[in-house]
């Protein structure tokens, strides 16, 4: 091979590096993605939450960059997600400016569900930027349907009469049964100036 192909060659991959170097160097990376303006939040009691992020530039010296339109994944799973199927919500190209406050406008997610999103942005150049880290966002209880638990709490009680003196306990299967005892004493008392004595109240089914 003569010296004059090989200079050819070793030009042509001068300059594709060099061109991979300055598309790297142009392009925009969407980073620090939230919703609700918190990072991968859980709980999330809106229907219709707001997303935000910003941009980061493939070069730190690049100067002037700026969005021009997004688009929005949100997927029910990081598979779909990494499939780029938005089966939550596709937004499309929007042609828009703005990073905060973006309303998630698609079918209200189930209670508990995590919903996977990421970000792709077109800069002032009309170039695309790859896709954003994915992110996520649970949804937590949105109804008082959704609550299946109860309050954690003492019993009710009674105001002290001439039936029970101020005196309640738990009732027991048996008398060796540990179970609560509430007592009014009308007045403060030093705690070992109280004494208990066995009742005499006769438990079910004993004789």
Request: proline share 6%; glycine share 8%.
């Amino acid at each position: 091979m003569s010296l004059y192909p090989r200079r050819i060659v070793a030009c042509l991959a001068v300059c594709l590096g060099l061109s991979l170097a300055i598309a790297a160097a142009a392009e925009v990376n969407v980073a620090a993605l939230r919703c609700e303006y918190r990072v991968d939040p859980v709980g999330i009691d809106v229907t219709r939450p707001r997303l935000s992020w910003h941009l980061r530039p493939g070069d730190s010296a690049r100067r002037g960059v700026r969005q021009t339109a997004y688009r929005v994944l949100v997927a029910s799973s990081t598979e779909r997600l990494a499939e780029n199927r938005g089966d939550l919500w596709d937004s499309g190209k929007i042609s828009a400016d703005a990073m905060a406050g973006i309303e998630y406008l698609g079918e209200p997610p189930a209670r508990g569900l995590r919903c996977w999103w990421k970000v792709m942005v077109w800069d002032e150049r009309g170039r695309a930027s790859p896709w954003s880290a994915p992110s996520f966002w649970t949804m937590g209880l949105l109804g008082s349907e959704d609550w299946q638990a109860r309050w954690i709490g003492e019993p009710a009680t009674e105001p002290p009469t001439s039936e029970n003196l101020g005196y309640r306990s738990q009732e027991g299967k048996s008398i060796g049964e540990p179970k609560w005892v509430q007592i009014d004493l009308g007045t403060s008392q030093a705690f070992d100036a109280v004494r208990l004595f066995e009742s005499r109240r006769q438990l079910p089914n004993q004789y």
